[in-house]
């Protein structure tokens, strides 16, 4: 009995996790095509401001991508 309770909490555990990486994961796609489409905005306004927006975007979409793999890892470290 406190064999198939604890086997449960296990499984219950890892589909947490892979759930929590998927999310994180379409969490950062949202974010990158929130940040791609403002930055067409803004080069569109501003022609000539297109060289700073194109690279804070860029670095921008680098942090979103960074907090992704961060919680992406941190979902595979706890399903070991």
């Known amino acids: 009995m406190i064999i198939s309770t ?3 909490a296990e499984g219950l555990a890892q589909l947490g ?3 929590g990486a998927g999310i994180a994961t ?3 796609g949202m974010g990158i095509g929130k940040i791609g489409s403002s930055a067409m905005d803004a080069i ?3 022609p000539e401001a297109a060289g ?3 690279t804070n975007m860029i670095l921008t979409s680098a942090f ?3 907090c992704a793999l961060f919680a992406i890892a941190a ?3 706890l399903i070991k």
């Open 6 to 8: 604890l086997m449960a």
């Open 17 to 19: 996790c892979g759930i």
């Open 26 to 28: 379409i969490g950062a």
């Open 44 to 46: 569109a306004r501003q």
């Open 52 to 54: 700073k927006v194109q």
């Open 64 to 66: 979103v991508e960074g």
């Open 75 to 77: 979902c595979a470290f």
